[in-house]
C-alpha cells in the first residue's frame, strides 16, 4: 500500500473522531475544520514516520492541539465576544448541574490555551502531566492555566445568576 493510500485510510477512519477533538478545541465548526486540516497537512508530510508509530492517531490528536496553541500565539485577538449571555431555565438554587448549552459558549469564549486545558482535561480524561505533555508546557502552566479557565467560568456563570446554584466537584 502506498503512503498516500495508507494516509487516506487512516483519515478516513479516524476523521469523524479528529472532527469532533477539533470542534472541540476550536469552539467552531469553521475553526474545527480549519484546526483539522491544517493538522492533516502536517501529519501528510510526515506521514511516513507517524504511520510507523504505535499510536499514529495519539500523535496526531497532540499535533492538534499544539497546532491549535502555536496558532494561538500567532493571533491573539481572537476572542469571541458575546452580546450577552445565555438565559438559564428554572430556579438558580435548584440547579446542580450546568446545562451544557449553557457551558459550552462560555467554554468557546476561553482563551485558546485555557480551553485546549478544559478540553483535554474534562473530554479526552487526560492527566495534567499528558495534558503538558501534549501542549509542551510545564505542568505549572496547566494547572495555571486550568485555574484561570476554571475561575473565568464561574465568574461568567455567576453573572448569568446561576452561579450560587452550580456544585463545584
Not at 495508507?6 to 472532527?19: I, K
Not at 438558580?92 to 459550552?104: C, F, G, M, Q, T
Not at 485558546?112 to 502531566?129: C, H, P, T
Amino acid at each position: 500500500m502506498s503512503t498516500d493510500e495508507d494516509f487516506a485510510e487512516f483519515v478516513g477512519a479516524r476523521w469523524g473522531s479528529l472532527y469532533r477533538l477539533a470542534y472541540l478545541l476550536a469552539a467552531s465548526p469553521a475553526g474545527a475544520e480549519d484546526l483539522l486540516q491544517t493538522t492533516l497537512e502536517k501529519a501528510y508530510v510526515t506521514w511516513g514516520r507517524i504511520s510507523r508509530m504505535h499510536y499514529a492517531e495519539a500523535y496526531v490528536r497532540r499535533m492538534l492541539a499544539n497546532t491549535l496553541v502555536s496558532s494561538a500565539r500567532r493571533a491573539r485577538n481572537r476572542e469571541q465576544p458575546w452580546d450577552e449571555l445565555p438565559e438559564a431555565a428554572g430556579d438558580p438554587a435548584e440547579l446542580s448541574v450546568v446545562d451544557r448549552d449553557l457551558l459550552w459558549p462560555l467554554v468557546c469564549a476561553l482563551p485558546d490555551r485555557q480551553r485546549a486545558v478544559i478540553v483535554l482535561r474534562s473530554y479526552e480524561d487526560l492527566s495534567e502531566a499528558q495534558i503538558a505533555e501534549v501542549l509542551g508546557c510545564a505542568q505549572g502552566t496547566v494547572k495555571s492555566q486550568s485555574w484561570a479557565a476554571i475561575g473565568a467560568l464561574r465568574r461568567a456563570l455567576a453573572a448569568s445568576g446561576i452561579g450560587e446554584g452550580v456544585r463545584e466537584s
